[in-house]
């Protein structure tokens, strides 16, 4: 029993200091390297003397040569296990720093369109905008008409005439961009937040890049804030975004962000899940899309 005990903790050392090593090394290395080539190499360099310190320390134990046999295989598993899960999770980390320092590569999406349908959610603080007055005045026998003024919403129908009417649409899409009043409230939901947050716009309406301009400068001074594809910031990126997107989409935001657009009336639809494809992720992140239909 006494030997079996031995026999457990000379494996179990072996891995542990072996271990030790590797993750020291991993951690002067992979802050500086960006493959991890080098933090790779001390990985394979430790699995090895690890492996090889079991076999020569149960050897020198006298252990028979099943047991030598058994403390190599046991070592080798425990180890290259551990050593597995902190590649894995060294590579991901890696690949979120790349993607928040390194100059980005160019976006592989299709043109941006509209979706059949997408969720909208309204809120009772959003500004309306504008609307335009139509005054009518009509004249002759027959008309019935009487001077007055008409106010039309977005999309709606003007009848104009008693007889043989004619109609007119007004179908211009309202702009999202925040007034003074509304800018104030977004910023004032802001204060205290620091922290990383990407920004990209992603749509072909006139509004488009001017609100993801916006949301940009409302958001600097807060953490920070990384914005592509705006004026005055970085034109590419590795990041592949999504296709025919409809609204602001927030992936991943905290409170204060979800507050700011609550408090602002902006509307945003609350992604739970990171922004990007495969171990190419970012968070959090707001991507501006074309005005909801």
């Known amino acids: 029993m006494r030997k079996f005990a031995k026999?457990?903790?000379l494996v179990v050392g072996s891995t542990i200091v072996a271990l030790v090593v590797c993750l020291f090394a991993a951690g002067v290395s992979s802050s500086g390297v960006n493959l991890l080539e080098l933090t790779h190499a001390f990985f394979w360099a430790c699995f090895i003397v690890g492996v090889a310190g079991?076999?020569?320390?149960?050897?020198?134990?006298?252990?028979?040569?099943?047991?030598?046999?058994?403390?190599?295989?046991?070592?080798?598993?425990?180890?290259g296990g551990m050593l597995y899960?902190?590649?894995?999770y060294l590579t991901k980390k890696r690949v979120e720093l790349d993607a928040s320092n390194h100059p980005p590569q160019p976006i592989n999406t299709p043109a941006p369109g509209l979706p059949?349908?997408?969720?909208?959610?309204?809120?009772?603080?959003?500004?309306?905008?504008?609307q335009p007055t139509v005054t009518i005045r009509q004249h002759g026998a027959g008309s019935g008409a009487v001077g007055g003024n008409i106010t039309t919403g977005p999309c709606s129908s003007v009848?104009?005439?008693?007889?043989?009417?004619q109609?007119?649409?007004?179908?211009?899409p309202?702009?999202?961009?925040?007034?003074?009043?509304?800018?104030?409230?977004?910023?004032?939901?802001?204060?205290?937040?620091?922290?990383?947050?990407?920004?990209?716009?992603?749509?072909?309406d006139a509004d488009v890049v001017p609100l993801a301009k916006q949301l940009c400068d409302l958001f600097r001074g807060h953490g920070a804030t990384?914005?592509?594809?705006?004026?005055?910031?970085?034109?590419?990126?590795?990041?592949?975004?999504?296709?025919?997107?409809?609204?602001?989409?927030?992936y991943l935001t905290d409170e204060n962000i979800r507050r700011a657009f609550r408090d602002s009336g902006l509307d945003c639809i609350y992604e739970n899940q990171r922004l990007g494809e495969g171990g190419n992720t970012v968070a959090p992140a707001i991507v501006v899309g074309n005005v909801g239909k």
Request: net charge positive; glycine share 8%; hydrophobic share 40%.
């Open 167 to 172: 109609s007119s649409v007004n179908c211009v």
């Open 54 to 79: 079991a076999l020569i320390g149960t050897a020198l134990l006298r252990f028979s040569v099943w047991y030598v046999l058994l403390a190599g295989v046991t070592t080798a598993v425990l180890l």
């Open 159 to 165: 009848q104009v005439g008693g007889q043989s009417n």
């Open 116 to 130: 059949k349908r997408v969720p909208i959610n309204k809120s009772h603080d959003a500004k309306t905008p504008s």
């Open 226 to 250: 990384n914005c592509i594809g705006v004026p005055g910031s970085a034109t590419q990126t590795s990041i592949t975004l999504p296709t025919k997107v409809n609204g602001v989409h927030c």
């Open 7 to 9: 026999f457990v903790m």
């Open 174 to 204: 309202a702009s999202r961009i925040l007034d003074d009043e509304h800018v104030d409230k977004f910023k004032a939901a802001l204060e205290g937040r620091r922290g990383t947050l990407f920004i990209f716009p992603d749509g072909t």
């Open 85 to 88: 899960w902190t590649n894995a």
